[in-house]
């Protein structure tokens, strides 16, 4: 299948989570994925929540601007062309530390289902 990033619709967290995302593919999109993938945004200031993944492997490839993820409290900056692989059973929270937004592919392995994010408001 054939994605264009910059056409798919951007949705929007909840204020107290505020954050961007664009859901590329799930079990959703493609029935027998073996992983997802989404594409993010953090605004400069914007803090993700912390959370865990039971059994996902999660991988964040940086395209734009500088970011940090904290896993088990260990920091870990992200700048472009900068790649983070996040084991399971490991709690993190991702931030926006530059001036500018913080942008990055999120591929999960295996699939997640990405129905709580469909639900955040869509902007335009």
Same mark, same amino acid.
């Given at each position: 299948m054939f994605f264009d990033i910059s056409k798919l619709t951007q949705l929007k967290a909840p204020a107290s989570e505020e954050r961007f995302a664009k859901l590329i593919f799930d079990n959703r999109?493609?029935?027998?994925a073996p992983l997802s993938? %989404?594409?993010?945004?953090f605004k400069p200031g914007q803090i993700g929540p912390r959370h865990v =993944?039971?059994?996902e492997v999660e991988v964040y490839l940086?395209?734009? &601007?500088? &970011?940090?993820v904290l896993i088990e409290d260990e920091p =870990?900056?992200?700048?472009?062309d900068t790649l983070l692989y996040i084991p399971p059973r490991m709690f993190h929270e991702t931030r926006n530390i530059g001036d500018?937004?913080?942008?990055?592919? %999120?591929?999960? &392995?295996p699939m997640v289902n990405f129905d709580n994010i469909r639900a955040w408001e869509e902007v335009s």
């Open positions: 999109v493609i029935k027998e993938m %989404a594409y993010f945004t =993944h039971q059994s940086c395209t734009k &601007g500088k &970011g940090m =870990h900056v992200l700048t472009p500018g937004n913080f942008e990055f592919y %999120a591929i999960f &392995g």
